[in-house]
C-alpha cells in the first residue's frame, strides 16, 4: 500500500492569532519579533509585511527599514502555545502517526486510518475546516504519497490553501522547472555550487546527474533520488517514552554559535518542563546538529540523573563548544536513559522540593508563566521575550 501522508502549516501563525484576538490589526503589517529599538529578529509576519520583503529570521533593524509603519509586537508565547495545542488535538483525532515539527506544522501518516473517516481529501478539508470553526484561525493542507509531496503540496496554495500531490509523476511534473532550492535539503549554499556548473533548476540537476553526484557524493544522490519523486522519510511519533526531544530548524544557517546557545537553553526549559510532567530523570543527554550542507552529527553524554534545566544545557553546550564551528542549519536536545528516581543529598532534596513548587506553578498557570534568569535573557537576545 502506498503511503498517504497530510501535511498541515499554519498560515502567518503568530500574526494570525494576535489578528484573530484584535481585529484591529488585520490587513497591517504585523512583525512579530523584536521592536525596532530592541536588538533581536523577526520571529514571523503578517502576509501584509512580507510583501515588503520581511522575513522570519531577519534583523529587526532591517525590516524596520524596509517597513517603518509596520506594527511592531512581541511574541506572547503561551497564547501561541495554547492555539497550537488546540491545533495539534485536532490532528491527533485521524491518527496515532503525528510528527510535531513545530507550534504550527506537522505531518499526519493517515495510511491506515483515512478509510474510517473517508478518505484523505475529506480529512483534508475536514481538519482545515475545524481549525477555522474551533481555533479561530487557516491553515494550508497539503495531501501526499511521501513527505516531501505532502510538504510540496501544503506550500502550493498557501494561504488557505488545498493542494494534491497524489505520484511521484505528478510531483515531477510540478516541480522540473523550478529552482534546484525546492528540493529538501537544497540549501543557498548547495544551490550556489551547482549553479555555478550551470545547474539550476530540477530539470537541469537530472539531466547532470553524474556532475551533482560528483559535486556533492552521497548528498548529491539524495537530492536526485528526492528529484525523482523518491523519499522513504516516515511520519515520526514521539511518543517513545524511550527518549524525548526537540530541536529548531532556522531559516537561514547560523554561524553565531552564542545565538545556538541561546536556543539550546529554551530547549533545554522546555524539555525539563515535560520530564517534570512526567515525573522522569534522565541519565544522557544527546546533541543534535545539522550543517548546512545537510551533514547531520550527534554527540552524546550520560552522567547523574537530572530533570533540571541547567542542568542539561550545559551538558549540551560543553557538546556544542567542541563541534566544528560552521553554519547550521538545525540544532536540537534528546534525552534518554529515563529513571523515576534521583540519589539526593540534603542540600539537592531542598533544591528538588523548590522544582516542585515551581513546576505547580508552571503546570497551574501556564509553562511561560515563571522563568529564570538566564531563560528570559535568552529570549531577550533572540526576540521572544514578553
Request: proline fraction near 2%.
Amino acid at each position: 500500500m502506498s503511503k498517504i501522508i497530510i501535511h498541515v502549516d499554519m498560515d502567518a501563525f503568530y500574526a494570525a492569532v494576535e489578528v484573530r484576538d484584535n481585529p484591529e490589526l488585520a490587513g497591517k503589517s504585523l512583525i512579530i519579533g523584536a521592536l525596532p529599538s530592541e536588538r533581536g529578529v523577526v520571529s514571523t509576519c503578517s502576509y501584509e509585511a512580507r510583501k515588503y520583503g520581511i522575513r522570519s529570521a531577519m534583523s529587526i533593524k532591517t525590516a524596520y527599514r524596509l517597513c517603518p509603519h509596520g506594527v511592531y509586537m512581541h511574541p506572547n508565547m503561551h497564547k501561541y502555545v495554547e492555539a497550537s495545542n488546540l491545533v495539534h488535538q485536532i490532528w491527533d483525532t485521524y491518527t496515532d502517526l503525528v510528527e510535531h515539527i513545530s507550534l504550527d506544522e506537522g505531518f499526519l501518516d493517515v495510511t491506515n486510518s483515512a478509510h474510517l473517516f473517508g478518505g484523505p481529501r475529506r480529512i483534508g478539508h475536514e481538519i482545515k475546516e475545524r481549525v477555522q470553526k474551533q481555533v479561530g484561525l487557516t491553515c494550508s493542507v497539503g495531501i501526499g504519497y511521501s513527505l516531501m509531496s505532502a510538504k510540496l503540496a501544503s506550500e502550493e496554495k498557501k494561504p488557505d490553501g488545498y493542494f494534491e500531490i497524489p505520484s511521484a509523476q505528478a510531483l515531477q511534473n510540478l516541480i522540473m522547472d523550478r529552482s534546484v532550492r525546492v528540493i529538501y535539503g537544497v540549501g543557498a549554499k548547495t544551490a550556489e555550487s551547482l549553479q555555478l556548473l550551470k545547474i539550476r533548476t530540477v530539470r537541469d540537476l537530472v539531466q547532470n546527474r553524474q556532475t551533482a553526484i560528483h559535486l556533492l557524493g552521497n548528498h548529491g544522490k539524495h537530492i536526485l533520488e528526492l528529484a525523482d519523486g523518491i523519499d522513504n522519510r516516515t511520519v515520526t511519533s514521539y511518543a517513545d517514552p524511550k527518549s524525548l526531544g526537540k530541536e529548531h530548524t532556522f531559516q537561514q544557517d547560523i554561524g553565531d554559535f552564542d545565538y545556538l546557545k541561546d536556543v539550546l537553553r529554551l530547549i533545554a526549559a522546555e524539555l525539563s518542563f515535560e520530564m517534570h510532567q512526567k515525573g522522569l530523570y534522565c541519565r544522557t543527554v544527546t546533541l543534535k546538529v545539522t550543517y548546512d550542507d545537510m551533514q547531520q552529527i550527534t554527540r552524546s553524554k550520560s552522567g547523574e540523573a537530572t530533570n533540571k534545566a541547567g542542568e542539561i544545557y550545559v551538558v549540551a553546550v560543553s557538546m556544542l563548544d567542541k563541534i566544528e564551528k560552521r553554519p547550521i542549519r538545525l540544532v536540537g536536545i534528546s534525552l534518554s536513559g529515563f529513571t523515576e528516581h534521583r540519589q539526593m543529598s540534603f542540600s539537592s532534596e531542598k533544591e528538588e522540593a523548590m522544582d516542585k513548587t515551581l513546576f505547580g506553578i508552571q503546570q497551574r498557570y501556564g509553562r511561560h508563566m515563571i522563568k529564570t534568569g538566564s531563560e528570559l535573557g535568552a529570549q531577550k537576545r533572540l526576540g521572544d521575550g514578553d
